[in-house]
């Protein structure tokens, strides 16, 4: 993982069958847009997390294209259906190619 990006991501440990539930979503990143330039006047280069996605048990519940005017340490906050108890994974795609993800369980009772 590059240094000082942290992905950090809180779901219910528990919900009730077909209930829906809010997910909050945090990533540290610096998220320069390739429009600035530095010190020496050299145009300091496009580095943004690009896409977020997140899925239940396999399967899709968001995905999300960024483009580069996002903020620095993107936020995203969703609801979504838990019908069963499983798992959530969280997946950040940066430009650099690094792809950073973490999991979540919910029980779902």
Do not use: C
């Not at 440990?13 to 020496?40: P, V, Y």
Request: hydrophobic content about 35%; glycine content about 6%.
């Amino acid at each position: 993982m590059a240094s000082g990006v942290k992905p950090r991501v809180k779901v219910p440990k528990t919900a009730a069958a077909g209930e829906a539930i809010t997910i909050k979503t945090l990533i540290s990143h610096k998220m320069e847009s390739g429009q600035r330039k530095d010190d020496d006047g050299n145009i300091i280069p496009r580095s943004i997390i690009n896409r977020f996605t997140a899925d239940f048990n396999g399967q899709n519940v968001i995905d999300v294209t960024l483009e580069p005017a996002i903020s620095t340490n993107p936020y995203f906050q969703f609801e979504a259906l838990v019908p069963e108890s499983g798992e959530f994974k969280f997946t950040w795609y940066d430009d650099d190619g690094s792809v950073y993800d973490t999991t979540k369980s919910i029980t779902v009772s």
